[in-house]
């Protein structure tokens, strides 16, 4: 669940909440109203039947048999009028048969629904009766009991929480989507916060965010920037540090190389003279002594094709004498001569070679070489294809593609690289460029595109300042 969902939800909580201490607390103002008015009805019908008893004694009419008391004519109209809605009225003169009268319940609204009339009766209760002494002076002038009629006070409770409830939920109803407007708008930032980090997760550490008003915003703006800041300046030092690595390793690879050509190669040459020389001074007799010497030969023949195809490995600098294009001829067609048959390797350049620079030149040549020979140590293919184009732009860019048929799987791949695809990435990030590893219809596909200029020397220079 997001922050602005969470929060609706918590709004939502909380409103619902007031709203039913709201109902609640009118269900109990209702209850005790109904209370009030028993009581103030008790009060006036006690004050107009003494009023009564006074006029009928005046008058010496309504005399009963079995007591000296008037016997007023209570249960009129005017008695009605003075009594509460939904109230009843009863009266117990001495020695008769107390008589009842209620006012009307159908004026105080509709009925209420069952499962109110249960959460109302449950939780407060029925309306107790209130009795009153007909007269203080007298007490056997008889008895006044007030009680809320049953079906009137929930009508009269029903009535009063429907009416708040309808309007509190309109309210509440409304704030709950004013707050959420504004909660939306408030938190409209931490979308552009968030696009800003995944910019830097994809690499784009020249990504900036805005200033926001809200202060916690702009603060975590202000952090995101600073972090794309640093990692600008550790990527850019990475960069470099990894350009005079690669350029170090370069170095070293000519060194070996030329060691390996001028100390290894004439010593395998001189002893192929040498076992030459050995069988051809082999004596009658010594037929032994001359294959002895062949084999020698054929050794050190073996060991001179193993040391060419490692000085083949080694060696980059027939880029700078016969520039990149012959060079890439030349290491499909040395992989042509070593597959025996077994795999074709095929080459297709598009766009002039020529103009790449030296370093990313040598980059590139290393990158197809390793694909090649990942190609071939982790699977077997019957055709690799390797494609580089040098694409027109305002800086340049060189495309590179190696696609094998031999299978795989290039989640495992990127999952389990070893030194040879990490070095690919440590290239092709030295030089500004992109990396992907994808399956192809039979196997694997190999995808570099380099910037030929701007991107590995801005680097340079903002690792160096």
């Known amino acids: 669940m997001n922050l602005l969902a969470h929060l609706i939800f918590r ?15 009118v269900m109990v103002d209702a209850h005790r109203t109904i209370e009030h008015e028993t009581a103030a009805s008790a009060d006036r019908v006690g004050r107009h039947l003494e009023a009564l008893y006074w006029q009928k004694l005046l008058w010496r009419g309504g005399m009963s048999k079995e007591t000296l008391l008037p016997q007023p004519d209570w249960e009129t109209l005017p008695t009605l009028t003075i009594v509460s809605p939904g109230i009843c009225v009863a009266f117990s003169p001495p020695g008769t048969a107390p008589r009842r009268i209620c006012s009307q319940v159908e004026a105080l609204g509709p009925e209420p629904p069952a499962w109110f009339a249960h959460l109302y009766t449950s939780l407060l209760g029925p309306h107790q009766p209130i009795t009153r002494a007909l007269s203080v002076r007298e007490k056997d002038a008889g008895t006044i009991v007030t009680v809320a009629d049953p079906d009137a006070a929930l009508r009269q409770s029903w009535g009063r929480v429907s009416v708040i409830a309808a309007v509190a939920s309109v309210l509440a109803g409304c704030i709950a989507v004013l707050a959420a407007l504004m909660i939306g708008h408030t938190l409209m930032p931490a979308g552009t916060i968030i696009h800003g980090l995944r910019e830097l997760q994809r690499g784009n550490n020249a990504f900036r965010l805005p200033r926001f008003r809200a ?30 690595l690669l350029q170090v390793q370069e170095d070293e690879r000519r060194a070996l190389a030329r060691d390996l050509h001028d100390e290894f190669g004439q010593s395998l040459t001189a002893t192929i003279a040498l076992a030459a020389l050995i069988e051809t001074s082999a004596t009658e007799g010594r037929e032994d002594v ?6 020698i030969a054929a050794v050190q023949k073996r060991m001179m094709e193993t040391l060419r195809t490692t000085l083949v490995r080694l060696r980059s600098q027939s880029i700078e004498e016969i520039g990149l294009e012959a060079s890439l001829r030349q290491l499909v067609s040395d992989y042509n001569m070593q597959s025996a048959s ?8 598009i766009g002039q070679m020529a103009a790449v620079p030296k370093q990313v030149a040598i980059d590139i040549y290393r990158i197809a070489q390793e694909c090649l020979t990942n190609a071939v140590k982790h699977g077997r293919p019957t055709e690799v294809r390797v494609k580089v184009e040098h694409l027109v732009s305002a800086n340049g860019t060189i495309a590179l593609s190696v696609e094998d ?32 590893i994808s399956n192809a219809a039979a196997g694997l596909r190999i995808s570099a595109t380099i910037p030929l200029f701007g991107a590995s020397e801005a680097g340079f220079d903002a690792a160096i300042a």
């Open 215 to 244: 202060a916690e915003f702009d603060h975590i703006a202000h952090a995101v920037n600073a972090l794309a800041e640093d990692l600008s300046r550790t990527n850019a030092a990475r960069v470099a540090l990894t350009t005079q």
């Open 342 to 349: 077994r795999t074709a390797f095929r080459l297709n350049l």
């Open 11 to 25: 709004l939502a909580a909380v409103v619902a909440l007031c709203l039913a201490v709201s109902i609640g607390w």
């Open 405 to 436: 048929d031999g299978g795989g799987d290039a989640g495992r791949i990127k999952r389990d690289g070893g030194h040879g695809l990490l070095g690919i990435r440590e290239r092709v990030s030295a030089l500004g460029g992109k990396l992907s």
């Open 290 to 295: 001359a294959e002895d010497a062949r084999m």
